[in-house]
């Protein structure tokens, strides 16, 4: 009786979309559940915790905020410190938007028209200030978007998808409103609607020199490492990782991609991980226990021709048009979410 109660729930979820299915199947040994959709028939977003980076909330929440007919979780986060703020520690990009930057892993990304890269890319900020000083006093440079100031020295942009109103007061912090520079000084500030603040700490403090109020400010954003057109256009991206599967084969390398923990380089643990077949399919897969290297082959074995890890543990959570299938054991910080078009 379970066994045909299982499949009249596969069978209903298909019949309510029946241009993609969900599936739950015993993959290489390992229990998994799936949602696979053809990419032409959804748009893929990055969801945020509350619409903001640094908060936290229910996969459901999140989904549901977003009008979602499914939901994975996303990216690696800090889940275990005691602060209300627990950022990411990835690269998001949502509504053309660079929300944070986190040059470990790999990207996913989209543009308007449905075109995905998977690629291993670095992400770079520099700036100028239009004044009448030198030339060598005119440039300018971030390498963290909405992160806390907790490294010593720092330069960091803040702008409106932070979590809080106002900045961390720490530092020298710049403001720029429609391109110009309102206010230079210590302590928080509020973040513009329309522009952003940069806050400068220890040995960077000392470019806030180059600022002046009235001066026109402006910034470049470089993609290095992967298709640079396509990246320019990105429209929504995440970040996470090991890449799985690359062209149809495994490529599992974790250490050559940054990261170093043994959740990741070694231990069994529960997984989530989003692939793309030939087809354009896109599956958002959990299971309850895999090493990165069995999670690979899980994604190959389903089809994957490019797949990469996503966050797991309690983080893991799959959901499906208003019920989960794999529940998380924690509020998460982002999420990957499929939108009817």
Not at 248 to 263: A, D, L, Q
Request: charged share 20%; aromatic share 10%.
């Amino acid at each position: 009786m379970k066994k045909l109660m299982r499949c009249f729930v596969i069978v209903v979820a298909i019949y309510q979309l029946s241009w993609g299915y969900v599936e739950e199947r015993v993959v290489k040994g390992t229990a998994v559940k799936m949602v696979r959709m053809p990419l032409d028939s959804i748009q893929v977003i990055v969801g945020l915790a509350r619409g903001k980076v640094g908060a936290t909330e229910t996969l459901e929440g999140i989904a549901k905020r977003y009008g979602a007919i499914a939901a994975i979780n996303g990216c690696f986060f800090n889940a275990y410190t005691s602060s209300p703020i627990k950022p990411p520690y990835h690269t998001i990009i949502t509504k053309g938007q660079l929300v944070h930057i986190g040059n470990v892993g790999t990207l996913l990304g989209f543009d308007q028209q449905g075109n995905y890269r998977m690629e291993r890319v670095r992400i770079t900020i520099d700036g100028e200030v239009n004044h009448e000083q030198k030339w060598w006093l005119r440039d300018w440079y971030a390498y963290f978007v909405n992160h806390p100031p907790s490294m010593r020295n720092a330069s960091i942009l803040f702008n409106r998808y932070w979590c809080q109103s106002v900045t961390p007061n720490a530092g020298i912090q710049v403001v720029i409103e429609n391109g110009k520079v309102t206010n230079i000084g210590r302590g928080s500030k509020s973040i513009p609607e329309n522009g952003f603040v940069l806050l400068l700490l220890g040995s960077e403090e000392s470019m806030a020199e180059r600022f002046q109020i009235g001066s026109t400010v402006q910034f470049k954003i470089d993609f290095i490492g992967g298709d640079p057109k396509f990246w320019s256009s990105v429209q929504e991206a995440l970040g996470c990782g090991p890449r799985l599967v690359a062209n149809g084969e495994i490529v599992v390398n974790p250490t050559s991609e940054g990261f170093s923990h043994p959740k990741i380089l070694s231990m069994s643990m529960a997984r989530s991980a989003v692939g793309i077949t030939r087809l354009r399919e896109i599956m958002f897969v959990t299971c309850r226990s895999a090493t990165i290297r069995k999670m690979a082959e899980i994604m190959k074995e389903l089809g994957a021709y490019d797949a990469m890890n996503l966050d797991g543990g309690a983080s893991s959570g799959l959901w499906f048009r208003g019920h989960y299938l794999t529940t998380p054991g924690r509020l998460i910080s982002n999420a990957l979410l499929l939108i009817e078009k």
